[in-house]
């Protein structure tokens, strides 16, 4: 069993940066895949970000690529995700999630691959 939770959510203008926690608790956090998820209202719940078990490979959706760094920190037992160059269109709530991964290389990024969920922080961009 995991539980995370997220913080680090608020208000920031456009073209700013926010950074994102997601803290974890439970046994081996080591061995899960780590998403970031986000959902507008009304929207889907969409994919934003995913790192592997040891932080050496990360992967993104077209959306946020090159604008938004995901990371971690095993000692911590904490994932993070750094936000920059942010634009009206990132408002959304935030979720981060865990996936139990066998492979470094796996970086699953549909929903129905993660096993445990945060109750998400809102990031709203204002213009």
């Known amino acids: 069993q995991v539980q995370l939770v997220e913080s680090g959510g608020g208000l920031v203008q456009a073209g700013g940066s926010l950074r994102l926690s997601c803290a974890a608790s439970?046994?081996?956090?080591?061995?899960?895949?780590v998403g970031w998820f986000r959902q507008a209202p009304g929207k889907e719940r969409l994919f934003v970000a995913v790192?592997?078990?040891?932080?050496?490979?990360?992967f993104y959706s077209d959306s946020v690529k090159g604008r938004f760094t995901v990371s971690r920190d095993n000692d911590k037992n904490t994932v993070y995700l750094h936000m920059s160059s942010v634009k009206p269109e990132d408002t959304a709530v935030y979720y981060c999630a865990a996936a139990g991964v066998y492979y470094d290389y796996s970086l699953p990024d549909r929903t129905y691959e993660y096993e445990f969920w945060g109750q998400g922080t809102q990031v709203t961009v204002s213009t």
């Open positions: 790192v592997s078990l040891t932080g050496g490979n990360t």
């Open positions: 439970g046994r081996t956090f080591s061995s899960y895949a």
